[in-house]
């Protein structure tokens, strides 16, 4: 399922009891996704690596008091003061067997050895596939049946609403706009390959390195080669900056670009710059100069960039006209 849909499916199954295991390719979001859960619903999140953890670190270690032996629980898991918040299991089918054994008992029954998870507290979990040539181990069936398993995917439509809203730079959004198909693509991967986090990582280097030969190096060690060479020839004969500033001067004369990735260029750059008035005004003035369809994906990009350009005149005339696309 793609990630509005589940985080909407995970914030409706956080008012039961149940676990969750979140299962998805690396670096496509699973972390994120219940970070921003966790902020959405104002809970703090205990994020632990179960790779990392040794089979007594959940039970913790063995004190003696009045001549008998008691567990003390290890300093992460949620005491009683903490009433309500989320306990993440990130890489769990990473760890070895021994370790995943010892989540049985607390995943289902709520407690380890003398140990008793608080009411409020859920429980997630996320892991890679083991086809996407991620370390894994095989997940014992009967810590599988304590979950309720969700299939992340990767949705372009999703990422580029986050991207818009997050400062991902113009051209990333613009390239993977015309080529969707590389927002997540493990083929042959090595140490560099393209995913929404790698995408991340480039945008990143991007805004302090521009896109110039100079920089395909680096390009190449955040993506991969076929990658970064594919968005740095889209770069190269994209539009311009300063072609797309005659259209921000003049946005109801202007020529407007022919070429479909020069207009996902001229949309991402407007979306990057929605906080500046004369761009949602110029934005505004564009819908209706747009194809329709270029229209909608410009509203709607800006919108999640920036919801005050619902008030632009050039926004109103264009819901009046095309309604029925906005739906």
């Given at each position: 399922?793609?990630?509005?849909?589940?985080?909407?499916?995970m914030?409706?199954?956080?008012?039961?009891?149940?676990?969750?295991?979140?299962?998805?390719?690396?670096?496509?979001?699973?972390?994120?996704?219940?970070?921003?859960?966790?902020?959405?619903?104002?809970?703090?999140?205990?994020?632990?690596?179960?790779?990392?953890?040794?089979p007594?670190?959940l039970?913790?270690?063995?004190?003696?008091?009045?001549?008998?032996?008691?567990?003390?629980?290890?300093?992460?898991?949620?005491g009683?003061?903490?009433?309500?918040?989320?306990?993440?299991?990130?890489?769990?089918?990473?760890?070895?067997?021994?370790?995943?054994?010892?989540?049985?008992?607390?995943?289902?029954?709520?407690?380890?050895?003398?140990?008793?998870?608080?009411?409020?507290?859920?429980?997630?979990?996320?892991?890679?596939?083991?086809?996407?040539?991620?370390?894994?181990?095989?997940?014992?069936?009967?810590?599988?049946?304590?979950?309720?398993?969700l299939?992340?995917?990767v949705?372009?439509?999703?990422?580029?609403?986050w991207?818009?809203?997050?400062?991902?730079?113009?051209?990333?959004?613009?390239?993977?706009?015309?080529?969707?198909?590389?927002?997540?693509?493990?083929?042959?991967?090595?140490?560099?390959?393209?995913?929404?986090?790698?995408?991340?990582?480039?945008?990143d280097?991007?805004?302090?390195?521009?896109?110039?030969?100079?920089?395909?190096?680096?390009?190449?060690?955040?993506?991969?080669e076929?990658?970064?060479?594919?968005?740095?020839?889209?770069?190269?004969?994209?539009?311009?900056?300063?072609?797309?500033?005659?259209?921000?001067?003049?946005?109801?004369?202007?020529?407007?670009?022919?070429?479909?990735?020069?207009?996902?260029?001229?949309?991402?750059?407007?979306?990057?710059?929605?906080?500046?008035?004369?761009?949602?005004?110029?934005?505004g003035?564009?819908?209706?100069?747009?194809?329709?369809?270029?229209?909608?994906?410009?509203?709607?990009?800006?919108?999640?960039?920036?919801?005050?350009?619902?008030?632009?005149?050039?926004?109103?005339?264009?819901?009046?006209?095309?309604?029925?696309?906005?739906?």
């Amino acid at each position: 399922m793609k990630p509005s849909r589940v985080a909407e499916v995970m914030g409706e199954l956080l008012e039961t009891k149940w676990p969750m295991f979140l299962w998805g390719a690396p670096g496509v979001g699973k972390s994120s996704i219940v970070r921003a859960i966790a902020e959405d619903k104002g809970l703090p999140l205990i994020d632990v690596r179960a790779s990392l953890l040794d089979p007594t670190d959940l039970r913790g270690i063995p004190t003696v008091e009045n001549g008998q032996a008691v567990w003390c629980p290890p300093s992460f898991l949620p005491g009683s003061d903490q009433p309500e918040g989320l306990l993440f299991f990130d890489e769990l089918n990473a760890a070895p067997t021994l370790v995943q054994a010892s989540l049985y008992q607390l995943t289902l029954d709520r407690r380890v050895g003398e140990y008793q998870l608080p009411d409020g507290w859920r429980i997630i979990a996320a892991g890679n596939r083991a086809e996407d040539a991620s370390v894994t181990f095989r997940m014992p069936a009967a810590l599988s049946n304590r979950f309720v398993h969700l299939d992340f995917e990767v949705d372009f439509d999703d990422w580029k609403a986050w991207a818009v809203s997050n400062g991902v730079y113009h051209r990333v959004t613009a390239f993977l706009g015309t080529r969707r198909e590389l927002l997540l693509n493990m083929d042959g991967a090595d140490k560099a390959f393209p995913t929404p986090r790698s995408w991340e990582i480039l945008s990143d280097a991007a805004h302090r390195l521009g896109v110039s030969a100079d920089a395909i190096d680096v390009f190449i060690g955040i993506v991969g080669e076929g990658a970064a060479m594919e968005f740095l020839g889209f770069c190269d004969s994209a539009i311009t900056e300063e072609k797309i500033q005659v259209i921000l001067d003049d946005p109801s004369n202007a020529e407007l670009p022919k070429k479909l990735g020069d207009q996902y260029a001229l949309i991402s750059y407007l979306c990057a710059l929605a906080t500046d008035k004369q761009v949602r005004n110029a934005a505004g003035k564009l819908l209706n100069r747009l194809s329709p369809e270029l229209g909608v994906l410009l509203a709607r990009d800006m919108l999640h960039a920036n919801p005050a350009f619902a008030r632009e005149k050039g926004y109103l005339e264009f819901v009046a006209a095309h309604r029925e696309l906005l739906v």
